[in-house]
């Protein structure tokens, strides 16, 4: 039988993930068969998941914050859902509860409204950000949760989470901020994303992305602890009592790749992971636009232009790792793997097919 082997990365410029730092992978190695999920049997992997929320919560403005590590941007994204479901029924009364979402949310929260039962109310975007008016125009009495998107997955965009904040409490629902991708990137910005920012009350953030960890490493970060409470579940047979995430064993692996990626990394390698990655969007950016392509203006580290699907496809049968947005567009995240170098053949390669 032939041996297989795990993805080369040298031709991936669409992935949100990437490759793991060397003290990230170490970490994960040692802590294989652990299991959050059982806190009172897996001591230490519990103790260090305390940590990594610590750490993921200094990274998003609020060092004290509630969460845990899970397994990716879709399972933290599901929970805040479910904590504003939860909430609203105990504390409101609420029977047919709605969600307010970008048009650009990720396909996450869809699953969400499937799997949890409520109604997923989509807001019109301008300048690929979300209209706060249409937002509110969408909110009712029902209204649980409304979302905020800090690094779109199709294009780099950050709403306004402030506004949206201000709006979700004046119909006493919830705001959420989707950064599972831009979480790592956006504290070397200007932007207003964070827990000190605006009062947000739960956020995704994914080690396993920007935060140069190894798959699976997502998270969910609440303002407080008591926040989870909504989610709580009795665990009769285990040392704990209750249990608030949504899988029952977990990946201890995670839990310590992300400790060993964020002890490595922050804040000064992320902060030059940001600037490169941004340095490389604008060349990249540059690079289409003078040879005639439609490009979004990188705000973040993420490039869309509009490029002919045939030779979109082409590109593809020369083994390079593409995708496109929902409109068609060539979408290129500049992840921590990507370089100049990477870039620039592939520019080549885009001449060549341009040439034929």
């Known amino acids: 039988m032939q041996r297989a082997e795990p993805q080369d990365f040298a031709r991936v410029l669409s992935s949100m993930c990437t490759v793991p730092h060397p003290k990230a992978r170490t970490a994960a190695e040692r802590f294989l068969t652990t299991n959050p999920g059982d806190p009172g049997t897996y001591e230490t992997v519990a103790a260090l998941e305390e940590k990594a929320i610590g750490m993921l919560g200094a990274v998003a403005g609020h060092p004290s914050a509630g969460g845990y590590i899970a397994s990716g941007g879709t399972e933290a994204n599901i929970q805040a859902v479910r904590i504003a479901r939860n909430r609203a029924r105990t504390h409101r009364d609420v029977t047919s509860p709605n969600v307010v979402v970008p048009e650009s949310a990720h396909f996450s929260f ?57 709006l979700a409490h004046e119909y006493d629902a919830l705001c959420h901020v989707d950064a599972a991708w831009g979480g790592f990137v956006l504290p070397f910005t200007g932007h207003e994303w964070n827990f000190a920012h605006a009062p947000i009350d739960t956020m995704t953030i994914d080690p396993h992305k920007m935060g140069q960890a190894v798959v699976p490493a997502g998270g969910l970060l609440a303002r407080t602890q008591e926040l989870l409470n909504p989610l709580a579940i009795d665990t009769p047979y285990l040392e704990s009592t ?18 060993g990626a964020m002890d490595a990394l922050w804040p000064e390698g992320y902060r030059k992971a940001a600037t490169t990655g941004q340095e490389n969007a604008e060349w990249f950016a540059n690079e289409l636009s003078a040879r005639g392509y439609a490009v979004v203006d990188p705000v973040l580290p993420l490039v869309a232009a509009d490029i002919p699907h045939e ?5 593809r049968d020369r083994d390079w790792r593409i995708s496109k947005t929902s409109s068609g567009e060539l979408r290129i995240v500049m992840m921590p793997h990507v370089t100049r170098e990477m870039l620039t053949a592939f520019v080549s390669d885009l001449d060549r097919i341009g040439q034929k």
């Open 242 to 259: 209750s249990q608030v995430t949504l899988t029952g064993t977990r990946s201890g692996a995670g839990v310590a790749s992300a400790v």
């Open 110 to 166: 869809t699953k969400a409204a499937d799997v949890l039962g409520i109604e997923l109310r989509r807001a019109p975007l301008t300048d690929y950000r979300v209209d706060t008016d249409a937002m509110a125009a969408l909110a009712d009495e029902e209204t649980v949760l409304m979302v905020g998107v800090a690094g779109t997955t199709e294009y780099g965009r950050v709403d306004p989470i402030p506004d949206i904040a201000t």
């Open 311 to 315: 030779t979109i496809r082409k590109l």
